[in-house]
Every structure is written in structure tokens, then in C-alpha cells.
């Protein structure tokens, strides 16, 4: 097994050829932000929150989908970073309708905890307040589509966990969300097998069980 030795902001490490930085990363307690990222699914560098300044790289490099390579030099909290996250997080806050005094998620919301690392305590951005729909089509859990991030978790989950393929993404821009079967309610798709696995993987709460335990 080949071996890269690279330096991640203060920490020289050595660590298997293949691996991302964000596993680098973390295996020296080094904590990157991510919201698409999820133990377990294929990374699709969605979210843009793991970001991180490159040695010799003109532009940010997606730490999750990155490999490390000999001699590489790593920054992972530099102040345009930060920056480029916060704004990242205003995007989503703004672009959906995030009222998290009233949802499910509140306390628990990987999207909430992350405006507290970037520092949001505000959006410098207009709210767009889009109509979205809720799917409540389903016996057992619930869409809302107005707290949905589009990380794709809940995609991923379900081909490569449950090989159930019961969710996509549709339609384009502002218009682009989640949607189940051929763009069906929920409740009736077929291939559905309850397992609620993609519930699990959601970071807000856009998907969730519609009766709490």
C-alpha cells in the first residue's frame, strides 16, 4: 500500500494513497463542514460546505471527493473560506423556508448547526419565501419540501442501502426538488419499502416520521 505524507493546516500526516482529505482530515481530529457528505454513501460534493484552499490550486477543492496526493498542503479554515460557507449556508436558509421554531428537526438540524459554526446569526440575503408543498401522502413519514436542502442523501440511501431507487431529483433551477417515483406523492409509489432509511439520512427536516415514538 502506498503512502502519501501531506500536511493538513498544522498537522503532518501520513495516510493511505486514495484517501480524501476530508478522511484525512478527520483522522487527525481535523473537522470539516459537510452537509451532502454521509458515512456509508458514495460522495457527490453537492453541498460545496467542505471546501478547502489547495497548495497550487487556483480555485477551492471539494474535500470530500478530493484524494490526497505526496506533498500536498492543506488549508481548511481560512477566512475566504469561511466566508464562502457562510454565504453557502445564507443560500439555503434563503432559498428554502427554514422556520425552525416549528420544525420537527429544531435541536437535532444539521443545517442549524452548521450556521452556528459559520457564524449566522443573520442572512445578509433577501428571503425568496418559495410555495412548496408538503407530501403527507405516505402512512408513515412526511415531505417537506420547504426545508429540503437537496443534499441527496435520501437519493443515495435508498439505491445504494435499500436498492429500492424510490427517489430523484426533478425539474431545474428554482423549480428543482426532491421527487418520488415518476414524480408521484409518496404514498403510492410501489417501490417504496418503508424502511425509512432515507428519514434517517435527512440532515433537516424535510423528511420525517409523521408519528413520533
Given at each position: 500500500?502506498?503512502v502519501?505524507?501531506?500536511?493538513?493546516?498544522?498537522?503532518?500526516l501520513?495516510?493511505?494513497?486514495?484517501?480524501?482529505?476530508?478522511?484525512a482530515?478527520?483522522?487527525?481530529?481535523?473537522?470539516?463542514?459537510?452537509?451532502?457528505?454521509?458515512?456509508?454513501?458514495?460522495?457527490?460534493?453537492?453541498c460545496?460546505?467542505?471546501l478547502?484552499?489547495?497548495?497550487?490550486?487556483?480555485?477551492p477543492?471539494?474535500?470530500?471527493?478530493?484524494?490526497?496526493?505526496?506533498?500536498m498542503?492543506?488549508?481548511?479554515s481560512?477566512?475566504?473560506?469561511?466566508?464562502?460557507?457562510?454565504?453557502?449556508?445564507?443560500?439555503?436558509?434563503?432559498?428554502?423556508?427554514?422556520?425552525?421554531?416549528?420544525?420537527?428537526?429544531?435541536?437535532?438540524?444539521?443545517?442549524q448547526?452548521?450556521?452556528?459554526q459559520?457564524?449566522?446569526?443573520h442572512?445578509?440575503?433577501?428571503?425568496?419565501?418559495?410555495?412548496r408543498?408538503?407530501?403527507?401522502?405516505?402512512?408513515?413519514?412526511?415531505?417537506?419540501?420547504?426545508r429540503?436542502?437537496?443534499?441527496?442523501?435520501?437519493?443515495?440511501?435508498?439505491?445504494?442501502?435499500?436498492?429500492?431507487?424510490v427517489?430523484d431529483?426533478?425539474?431545474?433551477?428554482?423549480h428543482?426538488r426532491?421527487?418520488?417515483?415518476?414524480?408521484?406523492?409518496w404514498?403510492?409509489?410501489?417501490?417504496?419499502?418503508?424502511?425509512?432509511?432515507?428519514?434517517?439520512?435527512?440532515?433537516?427536516?424535510?423528511?420525517?416520521?409523521?408519528?413520533?415514538?
Amino acid at each position: 500500500m502506498s503512502v502519501c505524507t501531506l500536511r493538513i493546516n498544522d498537522h503532518d500526516l501520513a495516510i493511505a494513497a486514495g484517501t480524501t482529505v476530508l478522511e484525512a482530515a478527520r483522522s487527525v481530529g481535523i473537522t470539516i463542514p459537510t452537509l451532502c457528505q454521509h458515512d456509508g454513501l458514495s460522495a457527490v460534493a453537492a453541498c460545496r460546505l467542505c471546501l478547502v484552499e489547495v497548495e497550487g490550486q487556483q480555485r477551492p477543492l471539494a474535500a470530500c471527493v478530493t484524494g490526497v496526493w505526496e506533498g500536498m498542503r492543506v488549508s481548511t479554515s481560512s477566512p475566504q473560506l469561511q466566508e464562502i460557507r457562510r454565504t453557502v449556508v445564507e443560500l439555503l436558509f434563503t432559498e428554502g423556508n427554514h422556520v425552525c421554531a416549528v420544525c420537527v428537526a429544531n435541536g437535532h438540524c444539521e443545517l442549524q448547526n452548521l450556521a452556528v459554526q459559520v457564524g449566522m446569526d443573520h442572512s445578509r440575503l433577501p428571503y425568496r419565501f418559495p410555495q412548496r408543498s408538503v407530501d403527507l401522502s405516505h402512512p408513515l413519514f412526511g415531505l417537506d419540501h420547504n426545508r429540503c436542502v437537496l443534499c441527496t442523501r435520501c437519493v443515495r440511501a435508498c439505491d445504494e442501502l435499500e436498492g429500492a431507487h424510490v427517489w430523484d431529483v426533478g425539474w431545474r433551477g428554482e423549480h428543482c426538488r426532491i421527487i418520488a417515483g415518476l414524480d408521484q406523492p409518496w404514498g403510492e409509489v410501489e417501490a417504496c419499502t418503508h424502511c425509512g432509511q432515507c428519514v434517517d439520512v435527512c440532515p433537516t427536516g424535510a423528511l420525517f416520521h409523521r408519528w413520533q415514538p
